[in-house]
């Protein structure tokens, strides 16, 4: 049996793995989409299933107006004293000399929760986890935040003890117990006691195509830390590579003692006009989980099997039984269920009653504000897991104001996105337009040309067709015939890739899904009838 890599596809970044008895979980950042925090299950670490959103109630989550790629950064899942515990960080300020963020720790006895009330830990910085040592005692180990410009803002990996009868760290414990690489950018530890041993994880280079995973040791908890002499995991010097951007990831066990290291990793792809190695590529999918298998040298140094890029195909645990789950997300979602399916999520806040409500078979979104909003809009959408699909939907919309449309999206953030929109123009009245936000500028691509919807049209439908390099939209008004928009978007503008050319925050992916504005702020609703999801 084979891992088949990515093993968790589309936006699933900075994995923190653990395993539970004969069960393996995966946690992985969300940023500014909500619910927070996804988790996947496997009892093969082949298979895997999306199970739950830890972070889904505003007690545990508050992101109303964060940036984009703010909200939750690397997660980190643990187990012990017979319960689940999750750190977690909300990162306020993205660009610029300050990264304010707030550390958290909520904790469960079941993967589904019931999760406690957060207990706030710190603002240090962020990517922090907790290390449960033999005796009891645990530690926050964090990245520290440096924002004077005289000095490099990743200061190195802060350890601090954290007392569970207070609640509360104890600072008087901290110190920076490694400052990493030459590489610098040190961040995303993770900690570890082995053969003796404290083993300290930490990503570095940023996240982009010189992202890496490097290890150091120490026969100390608060050091002096000794660096494994060559880097863990790094695609970096292997361009032609099918996994890119590896690094940041956790270090698991199975029950029969092999050992495998959960990672992040980016599949690019490139223009047929474009050189394969400049640019690097771009990473619609955004970054992913993949799985390595890991040996340890003589010398008790982690090594990946098969070379420090990381593979497509790698064994699976040698005593593994297959565990395959069925579907938990219906090709078709006709919303004849009381709530959104796992796989769609909301920007920043909750689904309530405030954005949307399910009823009689139908998803009706109020208008709220444009998707350059960050604290109010109407959006339900979920990730692009291909590099090719289509997506569909069928909605009741009749807007009387250009300020109202609604209609299939594909985006990535406040700045880069599009939309085929059911709208209002003065001479032509609802009319079907294709719009685009990209680096903030905002295009209508028929204009004159918008095409009227026929007054006895009830419902419209939307396509959607991604081909990789490109994609396009297409409208029927009754559902079989179909005429494509001859307008073709280039996909690269929802990549991490494209956007960090203009933009800081860059750590999310691309998302497929239905939207309401009304900036006229009359919430005029739209009724969407289903929603279809189809990979190639």
Known sequence: MKIMNPILKGFNPDPSIIRVDDTYYIANSTFEWFPGVQIHESKDLVHWQLITHPLATTELLDMKGNADSGGIWAPDLSYADGKFWLVYTDVKVVNGAFKD?????????????????PIKLNGVGFDASLFHDDDGRKYLVQMEWDHREYHHPFNGIKCTEYSVSEKRLLPETSKIIWRGTDVKLVEGP???????????????????????EVVARSATLFGEYEGQPETFLTAFAHPDNPLQKCGHGALVDTPDGEWYFAHLTGRPWHHANESSHDPRGWCTLGRETAIQKVEWSEGQWPLIVGGRQGSLEVDAPKNAVPVEYPSNYLTKDDFDQEELNIHFNTLRVPFTEKIGKIEDGHLVLKGLGSLANQHDNSLIARRW???????????????????????LTNYYNTQHWSMI?????????????????????????????????????EYIYFKTKVNACFYLYAYSFDGENWIDIPVQLDAKVLSDDYVNQSYGGFFTGAFVGMANVDYSGYELEAKFDYFSYLEK
């Open 190 to 212: 993770h900690l570890y006691k082995l053969f003796g041993k404290y083993y300290l994880f930490c990503a570095e280079g940023g996240t982009t195509y010189t992202h890496q």
């Open 385 to 407: 897991q291909a590099f090719e699909f289509e997506a569909e939907t069928k909605l009741s919309y009749d807007p009387t104001t250009y300020q109202q449309m609604a209609g």
């Open 101 to 117: 963020c707030i550390n958290y720790l909520t904790t469960a006895e079941n993967i589904h929760g019931p999760w406690s009330a």
């Open 421 to 457: 929109q059911v709208t209002w123009d003065e001479e032509k009245g609802r009319v079907i337009e294709v719009t685009e936000n990209n680096q903030g500028i905002f295009t209508s691509y028929l204009k004159e040309n918008a095409i009227p919807v026929p007054e006895e049209i």
